[in-house]
């Protein structure tokens, strides 16, 4: 089938995506029509051949869809270790402190010689002890809420008695 000159202009308009001016003849108009299709790496003489060129040219500028990849099967969800219960509750402190291998437990529930044990011993004395004497004996600025903690721990029962900016802490 002979194509005409017409029909090649169409074409390479097609093709270039471009108003295309008129070819003085078919040859000058096949010429332009193989330059664009060689230039996008397109079978210019093979969509002139073909029966149906516009057929032909859409097949090549718009190739058949890659088929895509199968999604990958999803992992087996890893079987997660039983999550500890929190060592805070909403009426307070659990029961259970934290040890090291290495370390021992009063009869009361404290770690020997750990900063709960010094504090409990301290206000278990005589008259109790102020909370600036506490800290001085663990080495920090603030100590009450662990004293309370490990009072909770130990079941000794606090009580506090305002001495001037500072407070006594005792053993009822």
């Not at 301290?122 to 903690?149: F, I, T, Y």
């Amino acid at each position: 089938m002979t194509i005409s000159t017409q029909k090649i202009n169409e074409l390479t308009a097609a093709l270039t995506n471009q108003s295309v001016g008129k070819a003085a003849t078919k040859d000058a108009a096949s010429k332009r029509f193989l330059k664009a299709a060689a230039e996008r790496s397109i079978d210019g003489e093979a969509i002139l051949a073909a029966a149906d060129p516009v057929a032909a040219l859409q097949a090549a500028l718009n190739p058949a869809p890659v088929a895509a990849k199968a999604p990958k099967a999803p992992k087996p969800a890893k079987e997660k270790a039983p999550r500890p219960p929190r060592s805070f509750t909403r009426t307070g402190l659990a029961a259970a402190p934290r040890i090291k291998k290495s370390e021992t437990l009063r009869a009361d529930g404290l770690v020997d010689g750990g900063v709960d044990a010094i504090l409990i011993d301290a206000v278990k004395r005589g008259n109790g002890a102020l909370h600036s004497e506490l800290c001085e004996m663990v080495g920090w600025k603030k100590c009450d809420r662990r004293l309370r903690r490990a009072a909770d721990i130990s079941g000794v029962k606090l009580i506090v008695a305002r001495e001037g900016k500072d407070h006594r802490f005792s053993v009822a």
